[in-house]
């Protein structure tokens, strides 16, 4: 059973930086595409980014774009999100989650997901 625990959360000023990781138990890790989702209270949750299951092929939501890099370490069973300059309204609970199948984008494709980590932008 393919298990993912996020750490990293936390409250951080605006301009500020956080990096959240995602170990990955139970499955290969190199076999999945992985991916960072976030749902602020009250709206649906998101797409940020997603890497491919080699590294080589990232895509993010325009509203991170040059802001956040995902990245990923295959023999540590690990995938990260560097967040940079980072806003208000970035806060949200962020998930880590691994595709099994559909969209790159779509909440659908992700058959496994993490607990979730706390983001809070706030001066």
């Known amino acids: 059973q393919v298990r993912l625990v996020e750490s990293g959360g936390g409250l951080v000023q605006p301009g500020g930086s956080l990096r959240l990781s995602c170990a990955h138990s139970g499955g290969t890790f190199g076999a999945y595409s992985m991916a960072w989702f976030r749902q602020a209270p009250g709206k649906e949750r998101e797409f940020a980014a997603a890497?491919?299951?080699?590294?080589?092929?990232?895509e993010y939501v325009d509203s991170v774009k040059g802001r956040f890099t995902i990245s990923r370490d295959n023999p540590k069973n690990m995938v990260y999100l560097q967040m940079n300059s980072l806003k208000p309204e970035d806060t949200a609970v962020y998930y880590c989650a691994a595709r099994t199948g559909g969209p790159l984008n779509s909440p659908r494709a992700y058959g496994y997901w993490g607990q979730g980590t706390q983001v809070t932008v706030s001066s």
């Open positions: 890497i491919s299951y080699g590294g080589k092929t990232t």
